[in-house]
């Protein structure tokens, strides 16, 4: 699953060159032009990474990076700060307001990717990784290999990305709401049944020889992967 980054940004040969770069590098990406909609589109889809210009219409990228971190829901999301003003006090509200990192324009998309990079590496280290492993089970995301205790599992597209999935939210409850979205995507018209029939091929293909259950069903809640020790 590629990470995904948001652009908040108005100006659109910007945005253009921003989202070709994220593209390049293997994100998803989407963008917002009004600083007035940046809330709504985070209410809708969180982001990994969320590029926020400074100077927006409507409302500002410092007013808006401040709202989230008032919200608990989005305290955590990584925000890297966009602007034409390089002067030191500004780059210090921007950090003040809890922007993760500042970039003054004009940057080079080049120096741009690289804070990127290191900004997720700091704040989602699961997404710079190339392989998860979760006590027993390692997962490739370069080759796609999956093993558990060494032995190599052999799944399908969607079981491979469902365990991704699982993987960097170990532990964690995962609704068939938020399987669906995480998995299928958001537009797509798949039904939840349709995520217990891909939790039971995973099972089953996970679970070889009386192997401990990898995922916990939790009633009318979900499912949550459980990584066995080794
Ligand atoms: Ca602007």
């Known amino acids: 699953m590629k990470p995904f980054v948001l652009i908040a940004e108005d100006e659109e040969s910007l945005v253009e060159l921003l989202s070709y770069n994220l ?20 209410d809708e889809e969180l982001p990994d990474l969320l ?8 409302l500002s990228g410092i007013e808006i990076c401040r709202q989230i971190r008032r919200k608990s829901e989005l305290r955590n999301l990584p925000v890297v700060m966009l602007t034409a003003r390089g002067a030191e006090d500004d780059r210090i509200r921007g ?29 989602r280290p699961i997404l710079a990784e190339q392989r998860i ?32 999935h699982f993987m960097e939210h170990a532990g964690r409850v995962q609704s068939r709401t938020q399987l669906l979205d995480a998995v299928w995507g958001r537009d797509s018209e798949v039904e939840e049944r349709t995520v217990d029939v891909h939790i039971r091929r995973l099972r ?6 009386n192997a401990p259950d990898i995922i916990r069903t ?5 499912y949550a992967f459980e990584a066995p020790a080794a």
Not at 23 to 42: K, N, P, T
Not at 105 to 118: D, G, I, Q, W, Y
């Open 51 to 58: 590029l926020l210009d400074w100077m927006l219409p409507n």
């Open 23 to 42: 593209r390049a590098e293997g994100f998803r990406v989407d963008h917002v032009l009004d600083g007035g909609e940046v809330m709504g589109r985070l």
């Open 95 to 123: 950090l003040d307001a809890g922007a993760d990192d500042y970039v003054p324009k004009p940057f080079s998309t080049n120096e741009l990717m690289a804070r990127v990079r290191a900004v997720l590496r700091r704040t």
């Open 133 to 164: 492993v979760r006590g027993v089970v390692e997962l490739d995301l370069d080759t796609h290999k999956v093993t558990r205790n060494g032995t190599s599992i052999h799944l399908g597209p969607t079981e491979f990305r469902l365990l991704q």
């Open 204 to 209: 089953k293909a996970m679970n070889v020889g």
């Open 218 to 222: 939790v009633r009318s809640a979900g």
